[in-house]
Nanobody
Framework: QLQASGGGLVQAGDSLRLSCKSSGRSFNLFVMGWFRQAPGKEREFVAGVSRGGGGTVYEDSVKGRFTISRDNAKNTVYLQMNSLKPEDTAVYYC????????????????????WGQGTLVTVSS
């Protein structure tokens, strides 16, 4: 089970850090990803991190502003979001993909096996 938290209402230019904690005991066996869904839009990939944390992938619009990281000892993945923009407003979901150690991060939502409940981020202009 994945539990996301950290969303809220902020102004443009502000920062937020999202957290997603897994209640499972095999967190390090999963590639972790963050996705988001804005009102009236499809769910889109935001960022992903490999099992060991050494590999990361970002959607182009968040590169340089968002940072994904994980702490396998705490069964938690984070998304640090800086310089937030109104277009970042969405429900953010964390997801886990069971993968081999050398698996690259996938941006395809259908490849992920488990999903958190989502946390709402609202950025006002």
């Amino acid at each position: 089970q994945l539990q996301a938290s950290g969303g809220g209402l902020v102004q443009a230019g502000d920062s937020l850090r999202l957290s997603c904690k897994s209640s499972g005991r095999s967190f390090n066996l999963f590639v972790m990803g963050w996705f988001r869904q804005a009102p009236g839009k499809e769910r889109e990939f935001v960022a992903g991190v490999s099992r060991g944390g050494g590999g990361t992938v970002y959607e182009d619009s968040v590169k340089g502003r968002f940072t994904i990281s994980r702490d396998n000892a705490k069964n938690t993945v984070y998304l640090q979001m800086n310089s937030l923009k109104p277009e970042d407003t969405a429900v953010y979901y964390c997801a886990a993909e069971r993968a081999i150690m050398t698996a690259p991060v996938t941006t395809d939502a259908s490849e992920y096996d488990y999903w958190g409940q989502g946390t709402l981020v609202t950025v006002s202009s």
